[in-house]
Every structure is written in structure tokens, then in C-alpha cells.
Nanobody
Framework: QVHLVESGGGLVQPGGSLRLSCAASGFTLGYWAIGWFRQAPGKDREMVSCISSSDGSSNYADSVKGRFTISRDNAKNTVYLQMNSLKPSDTAVYYC???????????????WGQGTQVTVSS
């Protein structure tokens, strides 16, 4: 059974940093592209970043470009999202998801984690 679990969320002050982890079980994460999505209360879910399986290329939403970095450790079956210079507008539940190729459309993803809460506040 495929399973993704996010961790690393929490409360951080504006300008601070967090690193989120997405751990996979039941499948080989290295064969899949992994996206990070977030959903703030009352707002639609949006893709913030994705990393490919083939060449390791990545993409980012304009709102996080230059502040967030996605990476993967295939030996650990884990993808990370390093979040720096956090803003209150980054507050959301963050989800990771697996797909064959990076896509901003959430219906293209085959498996999802349960989410981890990130709150940026003073």
C-alpha cells in the first residue's frame, strides 16, 4: 500500500525557517515526481514546488521562488522542502503528493500525505 507522511511543521516567527519532510512507504519514491501543495483556511489548494524523478529538476510557485528549496534523498525514500524567510502568508497545511511528472493540477497526483501545519506568526 502506497503511503506518504509529512512532518516538520510547526509555529515559526516571520523570517524564520522550517524544513518539511515527506517520507514514502510502499513504493520507490525515486521513480516518481513529488509535489508540495499547501492549503490555507478558506483558500484553494495550490502547488508550491515539485521535483522530477528523471533529472532532479524542480519548479516553484512565484510566491515562494527564492525562499523555498525542494530536494530528495532517494536512499531514504524522502523528499524535503526547506522553507526560509517565512511570511505570515505561508501559513497553511502543507501536503506532499506523488505523480509521474510534475504538474500543478492536483488531480494528476496518485498518492497524498495527511498534511502538516505550518504557522508563521509573531
Amino acid at each position: 500500500q502506497v503511503h506518504l507522511v509529512e512532518s516538520g511543521g510547526g509555529l515559526v516567527q516571520p523570517g524564520g525557517s522550517l524544513r518539511l519532510s515527506c517520507a514514502a512507504s510502499g513504493f520507490t519514491l525515486g521513480y516518481w515526481a513529488i509535489g508540495w501543495f499547501r492549503q490555507a483556511p478558506g483558500k484553494d489548494r495550490e502547488m508550491v514546488s515539485c521535483i522530477s524523478s528523471s533529472d532532479g529538476s524542480s519548479n516553484y510557485a512565484d510566491s515562494v521562488k527564492g525562499r523555498f528549496t525542494i530536494s530528495r534523498d532517494n536512499a531514504k525514500n524522502t523528499v524535503y522542502l526547506q522553507m526560509n524567510s517565512l511570511k505570515p502568508s505561508d501559513t497553511a497545511v502543507y501536503y506532499c503528493a506523488a505523480t509521474g511528472w510534475c504538474d500543478s493540477a492536483e488531480d494528476k497526483y496518485d498518492a497524498w500525505g495527511q498534511g502538516t501545519q505550518v504557522t508563521v506568526s509573531s
